[in-house]
C-alpha cells in the first residue's frame, strides 16, 4: 500500500501543521557537523554563535540569564536541521547534556505556519499546560521552548522569524559555503 505524498493532522485541536527542524544537542559541534556531512552528506553547515548582545531577553525557568552556544544549520529538503554546543551559562541544552547525553533535543515549529500571533501562541500552549522553559531573541528571530516531555519525550520550540527577515553571514560554513 502507497502513501500519500503528505499526511496532514487533522485533528480538531492541532496547533503544528508540519514540523521543520530537528535538533541535536551536542558536546562538540565540529565534531557532530563532520559527521553530518562528510558520512551522511548532509550540509552545508551555516555555523554561528549565539551570545549576548545579540542574544537577548533570554529567561530560563522564567528567570533572566545570560549564556553563550554555537549553533549549526542545515537542510534536507524543507527540513532545518539543527546541531546545538553549549557554552557559557545555564541553559536548556546544558541540562539534557548532564541529564540525557548527546542526542535530538527538540522539534521545532515556525509561528508563522501556525496561524496565529505570537502572544495567542504562548497563551494557547499555556493553556494546554505546557510550561516554558527556554526563551530569548538573537537577531530579530524570537523563539520558546516548552516543556513537552510528558506527551511526547520531546521539547517543542516555537521559532518567529519576523517577515522579511534575512539570516545573517555565519561566523563560518562547513565544509564551504555554498555556491
Not at 4 to 21: C, K
Not at 111 to 121: A, I, S
Request: net charge negative; proline share 8%; glycine share 8%.
Amino acid at each position: 500500500m502507497s502513501q500519500p505524498d503528505h499526511i496532514f493532522s487533522d485533528l480538531p485541536n492541532s496547533l503544528f501543521p508540519q514540523t521543520q527542524q530537528v535538533c541535536v544537542v551536542t558536546r562538540d559541534l565540529d565534531a557532530c557537523i563532520r559527521g553530518f556531512a562528510d558520512r551522511l552528506g548532509i550540509g552545508p553547515w551555516w555555523v554561528n554563535r549565539y551570545e549576548p548582545p545579540l542574544l537577548a531577553n533570554a529567561k530560563l525557568w522564567g528567570e533572566p540569564v545570560e549564556c553563550s552556544f554555537l549553533l549549526a544549520l542545515a537542510w534536507t529538503g524543507s527540513l532545518n536541521w539543527e546541531v546545538i554546543q553549549p557554552l557559557e551559562g545555564p541553559s536548556i541544552y546544558k541540562e539534557y547534556l548532564e541529564a540525557q547525553g548527546e542526542g535530538i533535543h527538540h522539534v521545532g515549529f515556525f509561528l508563522q505556519t501556525m496561524g496565529m500571533e505570537w502572544e495567542l501562541c504562548h497563551r494557547e500552549l499555556e493553556q494546554r499546560g505546557f510550561e516554558r522553559l527556554f526563551e530569548a531573541q538573537w537577531s530579530g528571530v524570537s523563539f520558546c521552548y516548552y516543556d513537552t516531555l510528558d506527551p511526547t519525550h520531546t521539547t517543542f520550540e516555537i521559532i518567529h522569524r519576523p517577515e522579511g527577515w534575512t539570516r545573517p553571514e555565519p561566523n563560518y560554513w562547513y565544509p564551504a559555503k555554498p555556491a
